[in-house]
């Protein structure tokens, strides 16, 4: 079935560091892929989005590209800040299934100043 | 645009009570979902709506869980009886299509503990 892996946390950085989350997906045929952030206390944000192989999302700082030979849709940014301490979900979704989202366990990420 | 409203925001009840939930979705939205976030897990879905039809609820637990979305606009998720594994954040979203190519919004959750 259709499944999202992402790295375990939580990942702890120093304000500025380079940030990687790494998410890898298995599902047949074309899914979208998305990247949602969750701020303590808060609802799910959508971050970013990808929809077909080698697009680029980008918001806020954050890039995702869409890898379809390596199946994987990988979270960066250059320079983190504390205000990025949150929890970031990826996601995909597939039309043929409803369009229903399925989640990866989510990786918490904490920035120190 | 107003976001989707969720409340309560916070329900604490004894297990065998029971509880409801209420979603007002983004004007125009007709697909609507209701998700079960279990703490350190990323959410599941328990059912989906396309206006007032079900269009998935493979995922609910259809002996104590039901909803509805009357006229197809608002929606309602109630637990009877609850048990303590029930305790979890409950979200809702609401989509304007069923394409894969958008996103949800996402409402800010009720956090149900049952104790």
């Known amino acids: 079935g259709n499944s999202v892996t992402q790295m375990e946390g939580p990942v702890t950085l120093s304000e500025e560091a380079f940030l990687t989350i790494n998410c890898t997906y298995t599902?047949?045929?074309?899914?979208?892929l998305f990247w949602y952030v969750q701020y303590p206390g808060e609802g799910l944000q959508l971050l970013l989005k990808?929809?077909?192989?080698?697009d680029k999302g980008s918001n806020k700082g954050f890039e995702a590209t869409y890898r379809k030979e390596t199946t994987s849709f990988h979270l960066e940014k250059g320079s983190v800040q504390v205000s990025d301490s949150a929890v970031y979900f990826c996601?995909?979704?597939?039309?043929?299934?409803?369009?229903?989202?399925?989640f990866g366990q989510g990786t918490e990420l904490s920035v120190k100043p | 645009e107003a976001g989707v409203a969720q409340s309560p925001r916070y329900k604490i009840i004894e297990k065998r009570q029971s509880v409801a939930f209420w979603c007002n979705p983004i004007?125009?939205?007709?697909?609507l979902y209701w998700y079960q976030q279990i703490l350190g897990q990323g959410p599941k879905l328990l059912i989906q709506?396309?206006?007032?039809?079900?269009?998935?609820d493979s995922q609910l637990p259809k002996d104590r869980f039901s909803a509805e979305r009357l006229k197809g606009v608002d929606s309602t998720l109630k637990i009877q009886p609850a048990k303590l594994e029930d305790s979890a954040v409950y979200l809702c979203?609401?989509?304007?299509?069923?394409?894969?190519?958008?996103?949800?919004?996402f409402g800010s959750g009720t956090r149900l503990t049952v104790v």
């Open positions: 979203a609401s989509s304007l299509e069923e394409q894969a190519y958008y996103g949800y919004t």
């Open positions: 599902a047949t045929g074309y899914p979208s």
């Open positions: 990808a929809t077909k192989a080698d």
């Open positions: 996601a995909l979704r597939k039309g043929n299934q409803g369009g229903k989202l399925i």
């Open positions: 004007s125009g939205h007709a697909t």
């Open positions: 709506f396309q206006n007032n039809g079900v269009v998935d």
